[in-house]
């Protein structure tokens, strides 16, 4: 049996020393940086099946590293948690909005860190065992099994979040996603309440499947409750 590979980026070592104690003692397959540069060349080497972020790195912050994965094709839909000592709103929805699918704050409870992991890889490993691979909305269309939008011939590029709210979306074509449903599915639990991440993912996701100026319009508000596609 193949264990599950973890790679830590983290420059404190204690953290990562405790981190690869814990986790390998679950039986995690862990590999670490102490650097966020040699963190993404040793990320597109090892291919991980997760990645654990530090947001605070030296030479180029976890927010950039972050980035950089998720605009690198081999790697842009390999989970991440974001691991960091900044605690304010505004940081989480960054963080978030940049395609971190957790955040948990030092210093962090390994029972918590360890359920947080087992629930992110059970969302990916249900998302890619769904039988219905080919999913419509007009000349819209989701291909999950090659993780492709397009709408007629165009090719539309998704953060892993975007694909995934529209995914969730046309899924349950016709009915009512309410913000705190899709902040729970997708995010995977409930995120203090906090659905202005929900609104700001789906501004983005309307830009880039309507078009600034088009009459076509997939994803129908409904106010005081959510969002539907019909």
Same mark, same amino acid.
């Given at each position: 049996?193949?264990?599950? #590979?973890?790679?830590?980026? =983290?420059?404190?070592?204690?953290?990562?020393?405790?981190?690869?104690?814990?986790?390998?003692?679950?039986?995690?397959?862990? =590999?670490?940086?102490?650097?966020?540069?040699?963190?993404?060349?040793?990320?597109?080497?090892?291919?991980? =099946?997760?990645?654990?972020?530090?947001?605070?790195?030296?030479?180029?912050?976890?927010?950039?590293?972050?980035?950089?994965?998720?605009?690198?094709?081999? &790697?842009?839909?390999?989970?991440?948690?974001?691991?960091?000592?900044?605690?304010?709103?505004?940081?989480?929805?960054?963080?978030?909005?940049?395609?971190? $699918? $957790?955040?948990?704050?030092?210093?962090?409870?390994? #029972?918590?860190?360890?359920?947080?992991?087992?629930?992110?890889?059970?969302?990916?490993?249900?998302?890619?065992?769904?039988?219905?691979?080919?999913?419509?909305?007009?000349?819209?269309?989701?291909?999950?099994?090659?993780?492709?939008?397009?709408?007629?011939?165009?090719?539309?590029?998704?953060?892993?979040?975007?694909?995934?709210? &529209?995914?969730?979306?046309?899924?349950?074509?016709?009915?009512?996603?309410?913000?705190?449903?899709?902040?729970?599915?997708?995010?995977?639990?409930?995120?203090?309440?906090?659905?202005?991440?929900?609104?700001?993912?789906?501004?983005?996701?309307?830009?880039?499947?309507?078009?600034?100026?088009?009459?076509?319009?997939?994803?129908?508000?409904?106010?005081?409750?959510?969002?539907?596609?019909?």
């Amino acid at each position: 049996m193949i264990n599950t #590979k973890v790679l830590v980026i =983290d420059d404190e070592m204690h953290i990562v020393e405790l981190l690869k104690f814990n986790l390998e003692t679950e039986n995690y397959e862990v =590999d670490y940086s102490y650097d966020g540069f040699d963190g993404f060349i040793k990320a597109k080497e090892i291919k991980p =099946d997760l990645i654990l972020l530090d947001w605070m790195l030296p030479n180029i912050s976890g927010i950039e590293v972050l980035k950089k994965i998720r605009s690198d094709k081999s &790697l842009k839909n390999t989970p991440v948690i974001m691991l960091t000592a900044k605690n304010m709103e505004n940081d989480k929805v960054e963080g978030l909005e940049v395609g971190a $699918d $957790d955040y948990i704050t030092k210093p962090f409870s390994i #029972k918590e860190l360890l359920a947080r992991i087992t629930s992110v890889l059970r969302r990916y490993n249900l998302n890619s065992t769904n039988e219905e691979n080919i999913l419509h909305s007009g000349n819209l269309k989701v291909d999950l099994s090659k993780h492709e939008v397009t709408k007629g011939s165009e090719k539309i590029e998704l953060t892993l979040k975007e694909f995934e709210l &529209l995914r969730l979306l046309l899924q349950n074509k016709g009915k009512v996603l309410s913000r705190n449903y899709l902040l729970d599915k997708i995010w995977g639990y409930e995120y203090y309440g906090e659905t202005r991440t929900v609104d700001v993912h789906i501004r983005y996701l309307r830009k880039k499947i309507e078009g600034e100026n088009s009459t076509v319009k997939y994803i129908e508000t409904i106010r005081g409750v959510g969002y539907k596609i019909d």
